[in-house]
Structures are given as C-alpha cells and as structure tokens.
C-alpha cells in the first residue's frame, strides 16, 4: 500500500462540505469520478461499518469507521474486500488500509484533506481519479 494526499479549499461551509460528501445522492455523484457506479451501505457512526460497492462490477469494501467527529473528521479501517455486492469476500485488495477525511473552515472557506492507503497498483489511476472527485465536491459544494 502507499499512502497518497490530497487536499483542496472549497468556498462552503464544512457543514456544507461534510454532507457533500456523505448525503447518499452526492456522494454516488463524485464517487463515480473514482470507481463508476460506487454507492455505500451503512450508517456513519464509530463504531460501525460501511460497505463501499460498485453497482457496476460488484466488488467493494467493508470498513469500520474508527474515528467520526461529525463535520471535522473521519477515519475508515478497510476490514475486508468484497463482491457479490459485498456479500462474498474476495482477494486482500485494500484489507488493512485507512482512509481519512479531515475538514477545517476559515472565513468561509473549507479545506478538504483526505489520506488514504492505496494499492500501489492502483497510484497512477488515483492520481488522475481523486482530483477530478475533489473538483466535483467543491462544484457541488459551492452550488
């Protein structure tokens, strides 16, 4: 795995923000910038778990939020790769990896940072994809 960053300012409030990225229909929007048809299962509350899952081939990933501080911060442990639609496991893909999403306002503007552990196989397409996912929260964000 390696540990990739990004960041962006979004002129929103991390309320905004925050529901941007978690409000089921936006967050099918820009999830599908990084894997196409991506939609998650769960409520987010620590403790619990998420499933990440491709409506369009099935495979996804069952993580447990380890830390939610509602607007501020969250942080996933990836449990467990899946498909099926998350009701068979598969090949350790993103198994042991975290992913976080830290947000702080000033003025008005919001500054999204994530951080999370991507197979390295996979860099170069992140590195093209979360950008372009990152610009489509803030267009979504600041509408």
């Known amino acids: ?5 990004y960041s962006i300012e979004i002129n929103a409030s991390k309320e905004i923000v925050w529901n941007t990225l978690w409000e089921d229909d936006t967050f099918r929007d820009w999830a599908n910038f990084i894997d196409e048809g991506t939609y ?3 409520e987010m509350t620590e403790g619990g778990n998420v499933q990440y899952i491709s409506s369009v081939n099935g495979y996804g990933v069952t993580s447990k939020i380890v830390k939610l501080i509602p607007f501020e911060t969250v942080l996933f442990s990836h449990m467990s790769d899946t498909k099926e639609s998350g009701t068979e496991v598969r090949e350790d893909e993103w198994t042991g990896g975290t992913e976080s999403y830290f947000l702080s306002e000033t003025d008005g503007v919001t500054t999204l940072t994530v951080k999370m552990d991507v197979p390295i196989d996979l860099e170069e ?6 950008p372009m996912a990152l610009d489509r929260i803030k267009a979504l964000s600041e509408t």
């Open 40 to 42: 998650m299962v769960g």
């Open 125 to 130: 397409i992140f590195n093209i994809r979360f």
């Open 1 to 5: 795995m390696k540990e990739l960053q």
